[in-house]
């Protein structure tokens, strides 16, 4: 079993950036990368940004793609979401979640909110 714990949630005014952690407890077989998503009200779950583990590679959604990076620091088992220039749609509950090799290998955690508001 793995557990994910989201946190850095919060309201930030547009423009303004934050950063999410997602700290990682339990085994690590099976990982296959490790990715933020979000779901705004009345939308669907989208992938924000993944890293993955062999490689550290990152992929990003084409709405993020230069304002926010994901990273991560292996001796602390924790994952990152910079945000920059933070914009009103990026309003949402963002998860933190396992990319397992099997469905088996896959967790996600219990989401923190983000709130981006004048």
């Known amino acids: 079993q793995v557990r994910l714990v989201e946190s850095g949630g919060g309201l930030v005014q547009p423009g303004g950036s934050l950063r999410l952690s997602c700290a990682a407890s339990?085994?690590?077989?099976?990982?296959?990368?490790m990715s933020w998503y979000r779901q705004a009200p009345g939308k669907e779950r989208e992938l924000v940004a993944t890293?993955?583990?062999?490689?550290?590679?990152?992929r990003y959604a084409d709405s993020v793609k230069g304002r926010f990076t994901i990273s991560r620091d292996d001796s602390k088992d924790t994952v990152y979401l910079q945000m920059n220039d933070r914009k009103s749609e990026d309003t949402a509950v963002y998860y933190c979640?396992?990319?397992?090799?099997?469905?088996?290998?896959?967790?996600w955690g219990q989401g923190t909110q983000v709130t981006v508001s004048s």
């Open positions: 339990g085994f690590t077989y099976g990982r296959a990368a």
């Open positions: 979640a396992q990319e397992g090799t099997g469905p088996e290998y896959s967790f």
């Open positions: 890293i993955m583990t062999t490689n550290g590679r990152a």
